[in-house]
């Protein structure tokens, strides 16, 4: 055990205003609350599937990167051309 890392780190923490503190505290008490949003995950997961009326989600894959090349056109379109509108 460092005992000289341990009470320079006692010392720094001492040292922190009140803000950095709570700040602290939230830093590390996010890297132990994985389980608490593991359960957010798990219930917002359950919500959506009761909206779909249980349906898997199965988006056509190929529907979206159709999309997402029209999409890409058109700004590159509107980027060279700004008087022009996207057709």
């Known amino acids: 055990m460092n005992i000289q890392l341990v009470e320079y780190l006692a010392n720094a923490i001492k040292a ?7 700040l602290l505290s939230q830093k590390l008490t996010n890297q132990s609350n ?3 949003l593991r359960q957010k995950i798990l219930a917002n997961a359950q919500a959506i599937q009761q909206r779909l009326n249980a349906q898997p989600f199965e988006p056509d894959i ?6 997402m090349r029209e999409e890409r056109d058109n700004e590159l379109i509107a980027d060279l051309f700004p008087s022009q509108e996207p057709s």
């Open 34 to 36: 994985w389980q608490n």
């Open 62 to 67: 190929d529907q979206i990167i159709h999309q």
């Open 16 to 22: 922190l205003s009140i803000e950095e503190r709570e």
